[in-house]
């Protein structure tokens, strides 16, 4: 058994993998379309495999007939690890059953490759340890899957991340509940009519991180308190990501996508009592950092301090490009629709005469609906002097709020169309070539 970062390290003997697996398609999609760069890139992931029926109970690898109790007390880690190895070197489709009860774990890194596609089927609770004190120095995620491919995370049970004795310690280096890493053709499933549960996380709750493609996320549910700090629902720095039916509850960013996402696509999700969804924060300490081809459809935002918000560090560089917010519901949010290139949270920052060199292209708000609650713009652009937002469509966005407030709309042009409340203004006019596109499309521009 290797120790990786002080986390025990569940590292089978490597080999190919020999399972023969038919193909679940998933939905194709297409971004926001622009003339303005390139032809719009649609946004398609390979296909994700679907596991196919095993081959007997021979293949299920139960963790309470590898050792563990199950009482939420006692420390069931190293029965994970024999059922894990045992599973991963399995020839043909293998599972690794999380049966009722309450699983105690430490930090643990879940090392693939394996010999076949893996299903994790949690129908019981893993629990972390509530002393923080009680893990290890120097972790930064609690369970981690690390180079696992045509992995299966499923089931009806819950993550519990136990963080609330982390939230007040803000020097502590704060763990990640659930992490990929290197990990292709993933999915992350609720099963059997429930959503799988990850709550209460130390820190953010699932990251996919960069070397992870062609991922479904779907049935999941997510749930920390509004005051929880930093405590991301899916915090995203990869490709090809399709993220669907689920509910996410916290303290932070219900979604976050970061350097290196590309081709997201987010739909019928309800986001809570956080945040909102995000792009960014990006370019922070000088940074290049690039995020494209976004689409973030059906969804609900509720009682959240952000809408949908693009945001920027004042002195990166880089690309936000092809992104769509398209039939967003929002109730009771403090800030709807925000582009800030000046992202600066404790108020001590370099706005570099505002000379941001990250750009903002072809970014689409329509059939935006709701209410928000606070004296503050409805839409809020506010971008680089230097590299001002291009190509920003807004079109049939009616958001009632209780008071009215000029919207912002700074160093920002494209196309404002038709059924917008409260009125936009300051939003400069898009290029010929870009409105005659939209012309094309039948989109009606009021800013000409």
């Not at 089927?121 to 972790?139: M, R």
Request: with cysteine.
């Amino acid at each position: 058994m290797q120790v990786v970062d002080n986390a025990i390290s569940l590292a089978p003997n490597s080999g190919p993998a020999s399972d023969s697996i038919t193909n679940r398609p998933i939905t194709h999609f297409i971004a926001s379309e622009s003339p303005a760069s390139s032809p719009s890139i649609a946004l398609s992931p390979t296909p994700v495999p679907f596991h196919s029926k095993l081959d007997g109970s021979n293949n299920v690898f139960d963790v309470r007939s590898n050792g563990a109790v199950g009482d939420g007390k006692t420390d069931d880690t190293k029965a994970f690890k024999v059922a894990w190895d045992l599973a991963c070197n399995k020839t043909g489709q293998a599972k690794i059953l999380v049966p009722k009860g309450s699983f105690l774990l430490n930090p643990t890194e879940f090392q693939g490759p394996c010999q076949n596609n893996l299903i994790f089927q949690v129908d019981g609770n893993i629990i972390a340890q509530e002393d923080p004190k009680s893990w290890p120095s120097g972790i930064d995620s609690w369970l981690v899957f690390n180079r696992v491919d045509g992995l299966t995370v499923q089931g009806g049970g819950f993550l519990d991340g136990k963080g609330e004795n982390w939230w007040s310690c803000k020097s502590c280096n704060r763990p990640v509940a659930l992490r990929f890493r290197t990990c292709k053709s993933l999915r992350l499933l609720g099963s059997g009519g429930s959503k799988l549960s990850v709550k209460n996380s130390p820190y953010f709750h699932v990251v996919i991180d960069q070397e992870c493609q062609n991922v479904t996320v779907d049935s999941i549910s997510i749930v920390s308190p509004s005051t929880s700090p930093n405590t991301d629902g899916i915090h995203i720095a990869s490709k090809d990501i399709f993220i669907s039916n689920s509910n996410i509850s916290n303290g932070d960013d219900c979604i976050s996508l970061a350097n290196g996402s590309e081709n997201i696509q987010i739909d019928n999700l309800d986001c809570r009592d956080g945040h909102g969804i995000s792009i960014g924060s990006l370019g922070k300490d000088n940074s290049e950092e690039t995020v494209k081809n976004i689409s973030v459809t059906n969804c609900y935002i509720t009682n959240s301090q952000n809408g949908v918000r693009i945001k920027t560090w004042a002195t990166g560089s880089g690309l936000v490009s092809n992104v769509k917010f398209d039939h967003i519901d929002m109730n009771e949010v403090s800030n709807p629709i925000i582009i800030d290139q000046f992202y600066c949270p404790h108020n001590n920052c370099n706005n570099n005469n505002g000379n941001s060199e990250l750009l903002i292209s072809d970014v689409t708000y329509s059939n935006i609906k709701g209410t928000y609650n606070t004296g503050t713009p409805a839409v809020y652009l506010n971008c680089s002097k230097k590299m001002p937002c291009v190509n920003i469509t807004i079109v049939d966005v009616q958001l009632e709020g209780k008071t009215t407030v000029s919207s912002v709309c700074e160093n920002a042009s494209g196309c404002l169309g038709e059924k917008i409340q409260p009125q936009v203004t300051g939003l400069g006019k898009g290029s010929s070539q870009f409105l005659d596109y939209l012309s094309k499309k039948g989109v009606i521009c009021t800013n000409t």
